[in-house]
């Protein structure tokens, strides 16, 4: 899957991957009753046909129906959606993000999440990056 690919998807596309990756697999039905404000039945199914088109999805057949799971584990997705968000809120910047996340949350870190945090900011720090 290219790049280009990847981050050329439309709000429903992504709404529709963010399903299957919640779930972790999901045949048309189950999408389509996760949706919000959804389409047509039949718009979900082409909508999932081109995702597999892509390479964002594959599927098996169980009985009359396919299930559809994503080709990407969840967090080769997750750290892929980062760098978009990344690259396109925050000009690159890991701290400016990090900032943005802690103003973000209504409560605020918990001191597990700081301590966490700090392990992986020291980690970094010994690995070089």
Known sequence: ???????????RERQI???IYARGEASVADVHGA????????????????LEDKGHLRHRAEGARYIYMPTRGRREASRSAM????????????????????????SGPTGEELDRMARLIEQARKEGR
């Open 35 to 50: 949706m919000e404000d959804r389409p047509s039945y039949s718009a979900v199914r082409a909508l999932m046909r081109i």
């Open 17 to 19: 991957m963010d399903i």
């Open 1 to 11: 899957m290219t790049k280009k690919a990847e981050s050329h998807l439309s709000r």
């Open 83 to 106: 760098r978009r968000v990344l690259s396109t809120f925050f000009s690159g910047s890991a701290d400016e993000a990090l900032a943005a996340l802690l103003e973000a949350s209504p």
